[in-house]
């Protein structure tokens, strides 16, 4: 049973801090990626990463970057966070190959930014 | 890049009834076409998907249609119960390149009353 776990379900910081989302795998995916998830706008990627230390821009990276130094986890990094990152942040892995797999989701994280 | 049109945002039925769920794509190279359901306070989960090689695919009470000509696809369930009140989203993928990237759509909430 696939399983993606989330450092924090729910989290509230400050405008300018740096935020660290944390998200671990625990089925080998090479795959993983990070959406936010706002009313109305469904879910919009914004990294994604195909292999350790390697990463990708989604549709949205703006004020976001990534970190991926091992296999099962992919951090999410705001580096100065703004109110308008206020949002339901979730993780996602899948399996290598065709394309056609399934997306593994966390429990997300509702980042509160003041 | 791709865009996903989903509608209608909001759908209310009696339990019992039938409910469908249309989405549109731009992208004509699009061939792999996943519904995901999210349950409140739950993560997104596979419910049923479909590859551009078959027109229309069903499970239990559930099915999936596609118009490649159109660049439209639909979900339908069948006999609506209680349970099945929750987020759905349509996406799409070109399968076999982009490592699985999906773009999803706005997502609809469906109701049903019992």
């Known amino acids: 049973d696939v399983k993606v776990t989330q450092s924090s379900r729910y989290l509230v910081k400050r405008t300018g801090e740096k935020v660290f989302l944390e998200c671990v795998q625990d089925m080998d995916h090479e795959n993983m990626f990070w959406y936010r998830q706002d009313p109305g706008l469904g879910l919009r990627l914004i990294y994604f990463?195909?292999?350790?230390?390697?990463?990708e821009k989604g549709d949205i990276p703006e004020g976001y970057s990534v970190s991926r130094e091992k296999k099962e986890r992919f951090s999410l990094i705001l580096e100065s966070a703004s109110t308008n990152q206020t949002s339901m942040y979730l993780c996602?892995?899948?399996?290598?190959?065709?394309?056609?797999?399934?997306?593994?989701f966390g429990p997300g994280t509702r980042l509160t930014v003041l | 890049g791709e865009n996903v049109e989903q509608h209608p945002s909001t759908l209310s039925v009696q339990e019992g009834d039938s409910a469908v769920i249309k989405c549109t794509y731009s992208?004509?190279?699009?061939?792999?076409f996943p519904w995901y359901k999210q349950e409140l306070g739950k993560r997104p989960q596979l419910i049923i998907d479909?590859?551009?090689?078959?027109g229309e695919k069903k499970d239990q009470r559930i099915a999936v249609t596609l118009n490649k000509t159109a660049k439209h696809f639909s979900l339908h369930i069948t006999e609506t119960q209680p349970e099945d009140s929750a987020v759905y989203f349509c996406?799409?993928?070109?399968?076999?390149?982009?490592?699985?990237?999906?773009?999803f759509g706005q997502g609809t909430i469906l109701t049903v009353h019992p």
């Open positions: 992208d004509s190279a699009s061939n792999y």
């Open positions: 479909i590859r551009s090689n078959v």
């Open positions: 996406a799409a993928s070109i399968g076999g390149t982009s490592y699985g990237k999906l773009t």
């Open positions: 990463s195909y292999d350790v230390k390697m990463k």
């Open positions: 996602a892995s899948s399996s290598p190959g065709t394309g056609f797999n399934e997306q593994f």
